[in-house]
């Protein structure tokens, strides 16, 4: 299985951004996925998720109102639309999958690497 995240860089305040995971090696539309993210020094911490029948989403408080979660099954794919950054949102974010039928927790099968996304104020 692999996961391949994209669309990381450097954004302003305020600024948007959209990253992208690629999904291979698991039918792709039998797992909910996940967003994560961990900032320096900090714990790794939920970011968003979405399922993978019904589309039904959930995301942390943190984020909520500015970050999107979508998937595209055709392609296998997994987006997180980030609107309003702010700096506090600075962490190499993950995405990863489960095979469940809830969004909700953290305890997922697999992982992918990291990109960074850092806001400058």
């Known amino acids: 299985v692999q996961l391949q995240a994209s669309g990381g860089g450097t954004v302003q305040a305020g600024g948007s951004t959209r990253l992208s995971c690629a999904a291979s090696?698991?039918?792709?539309?039998?797992?909910?996925m996940g967003w994560f993210r961990q900032g320096a020094g900090k714990d790794r911490e939920f970011v968003a998720s979405?399922?993978?029948?019904?589309?039904?989403?959930y995301y942390s408080d943190s984020v909520k109102g500015r970050f999107t979660v979508s998937r595209d099954n055709a392609k296998n794919t997994v987006y997180l639309q980030m609107n309003s950054l702010k700096p506090e949102d600075t962490a190499v974010y993950y995405c990863?999958?489960?095979?469940?039928?809830?969004?909700?927790?953290?305890?997922?099968?697999?992982w992918g690497q990291g990109t960074l996304v850092t806001v400058s104020s």
């Open positions: 990863a999958a489960k095979r469940s039928r809830t969004v909700v927790g953290t305890q997922y099968d697999y």
């Open positions: 090696g698991l039918t792709f539309s039998s797992y909910v």
């Open positions: 979405i399922n993978w029948d019904d589309y039904v989403t």
